[in-house]
Nanobody
Framework: QVQLVESGGGLVQAGGSLRLSCAASGRTFSNYAMGWFRQAPGKERELVASNRNGGSTYYADSVKGRFTISRDNAKNTVYLQMNSLKAEDTAVYYC???????????????WGQGTQVTVSS
């Protein structure tokens, strides 16, 4: 089992920045692919960014150049730095983990409880 706890969400003005953190526990963190999904009201969950330790990184087209995923294996933590935020980035953001290759569907093994990000225009 892997437990994921997100933090760092909140309210920010358009053009501002936020950094989300996700602390993982339970298994060898470095062996897992990590990522961030988001879900806005009335919309499906969308993979925003994902990363496999020492391997590939994925970003949704809508966040390329604005969001950066990073991980600190010593702290068992993955981050999502979000810059130049837009109103359309408003959503609940979920930290996810899986053993295996990166995928863009929601079929990840472990999910955090989610953290709300609200961008005011």
């Amino acid at each position: 089992q892997v437990q994921l706890v997100e933090s760092g969400g909140g309210l920010v003005q358009a053009g501002g920045s936020l950094r989300l953190s996700c602390a993982a526990s339970g298994r060898t963190f470095s062996n897992y692919a990590m990522g961030w999904f988001r879900q806005a009201p009335g919309k499906e969950r969308e993979l925003v960014a994902s990363n496999r330790n020492g391997g590939s990184t994925y970003y949704a087209d809508s966040v390329k150049g604005r969001f950066t995923i990073s991980r600190d294996n010593a702290k068992n933590t993955v981050y999502l730095q979000m810059n130049s935020l837009k109103a359309e980035d408003t959503a609940v953001y979920y930290c996810v983990a899986r053993a295996g290759v990166l995928i863009t569907t929601p079929k990840w093994d472990y999910w955090g409880q989610g953290t709300q990000v609200t961008v005011s225009s």
